[in-house]
């Protein structure tokens, strides 16, 4: 019994692109093309960090990254959507571990966390 076959129109899905190979419908995706540059990924860890110093100056966050209130650190990510702009932009263009990588701190995962959600 055959099944429904499955057509796939164009050659790009998100940010991901293919090449159909043959009849036989074997793919190749590449995803190479819209990753995000060295710079991006500085500007959105320079973006973080500076973020954690306010609030760590706040007493919000502890001088080693622990969160000591987190609901008013949730409070402060959602206050300001278009701080966090090349975060965000990051994120999105798949650097979220990038990021985390080079600011290890519970406070960086929860705001990597809630600005993905956003």
């Known amino acids: ?3 429904m076959s499955d057509y796939v ?3 790009k899905i998100g940010r991901d692109s293919y090449v159909q190979t043959g009849a036989g419908s074997s793919f190749t995706v590449n995803n190479t093309g819209e990753g995000m540059s060295r710079a991006e ?3 959105a860890v320079a973006e973080l960090r500076a973020f954690i110093g306010t609030l760590t100056r706040a ?3 502890t001088p080693e990254g622990a969160v000591s209130d987190p609901g008013a ?3 402060a990510v959602e206050s300001e959507p278009g701080r966090l702009r090349a975060l965000g932009t990051a994120i999105a263009g798949g ?3 990038a990021v ?4 290890q701190s519970g406070v960086a995962a929860l ?3 809630l600005v993905g959600r956003m």
């Open 1 to 3: 019994m055959y099944g």
């Open 9 to 11: 129109y164009g050659n």
């Open 41 to 43: 990924v500085d500007a």
């Open 59 to 61: 007493g919000l966050v």
């Open 73 to 75: 650190v949730v409070a």
């Open 95 to 97: 650097a979220k571990e």
């Open 100 to 103: 985390l990588s080079a600011v």
């Open 111 to 113: 705001i990597v966390a």
